[in-house]
């Protein structure tokens, strides 16, 4: 007696239904996780790193998309070369002093203008006033000397930080360190003649000087001025960059500068590796200026984050400083959609997600097929018991014709119950077990026995 089995298609569906699940899971977790940076700072112990420390805080605070790894180095020479090497995604870079050849701008964190503050009794009114005379500044940097020293020689002197014997010969001028409570006293016995500073303008610390040196006049007149050739000065040094320090932001009465005083300065940049993804850019850099109010509290020099100075696209990504497309977007509001970021995960999907389906739909076919072929078999079996039963006049091989067609019928309705069958093929069947049977028991008559 044969048994056939007749095949069931469960066990494909949960399995295409699963891996569909764990595929949109995949794409899900990729969509939807949060992209780490790592970000450069400098320069140690300056202003940058801690904005930049409280920007990564108040990212992790609210559980965005994107998180800061803050590394802090010693100087931005250092962290322009971080970003260069590839050992960081951000950088605090100052381009007067190094720019990676990588590294497109994302947002201005301060506006650096170099000019001199001097009492009016000096009579210092331009660099060329400088010569012979002695400069005073705060926080000597490097490359703030160096910045320094350009501006000197292009007026043709010579920036000396070493004390002379006698005086200051007139082809040079002194530069002289100096720290902020020793301003007053500096002036009084002759060691400066006046400060020169590379800072933000708007900066307390460049309210204090000022004010120190009116309060040092004796007649509280002061001298500001800055670099008159700017745009000489930016050809022979294009890093830096054209700065105003506006009218009357030192004091309305009487006003201090009495006008808009232009002058060059430069600039701490967050700047992103050119090969960071536009999307992810953006959304860097429209958390820093959402987050802006909020980091001025902890760190009130976030009120100093600007956007870079452009006039068109063109001019942004081709300028000497160039900007990030990214940042671009932000900037013009054209940042990329849900579909666009995710455009390719998304056609991925779809078609693995397409080829899957087609997939089953062939393998639901093609067991489809086989389920009736299965009880096209058992049918035509039915039909073959039928004609032996016919010619059969032994009893013991009647029973086994019996029971086989009560197996082949068992099988045939277990099948019913579990799988979808196509009405025809199954009217067939049941008219062959009822025949198959009728037969049988024809014959059991004939032969003087029946088996209910």
Known sequence: MRKLALPGGREVWLLGLAALLVLAAVAAFYATRATTLTVATAPHGGTEPALLRAYADELARRKSAIRLKVLTFDGVRE???????????????????????????????RNLAAF??????????SFPDLAGKRLGMLASRTADRALVGNLVAHHNLELRTDPPAEAVPGTAVLLVPVQEAEI????????????VLVTTPTSPASRRVVDLIRAASVDHEVSLFGVADTAAVLARWPRLQPVTVPAALFGGNPRLPTEDVATVGTSYRLMARADLARSVAAEATQHLFEMRAALAESVPAAED????DYEDTADATS??????????????REQETFIERYESWIYLVAILGGGLGSTLAWLRQRIGRKRRERIEVATARLLELRSEARRETDRERLEALASEVDDLAGSIARHALNRPTEPRTLGAANVAIEAARS??????????FLIS
């Open 79 to 109: 962290s322009a070369e971080a970003l260069k090497a590839g050992r960081a995604d951000l950088a605090v870079v100052r381009p007067d002093v190094s720019m990676p050849g990588n590294g497109l701008t994302l947002a201005v964190l």
């Open 116 to 125: 001199v503050v001097a009492p009016g009794a000096t009579n210092i009114r």
């Open 184 to 195: 007053n006293a500096a002036l009084g016995d002759g060691r400066i003649d006046g400060m």
């Open 305 to 308: 984050v600007a956007s870079p």
């Open 319 to 332: 300028a000497r400083i160039p900007i990030h497309p990214g940042a671009i977007d932000y900037y013009e």
């Open 439 to 448: 037969t049988i028991r024809r014959a059991q008559a004939g032969s003087g």
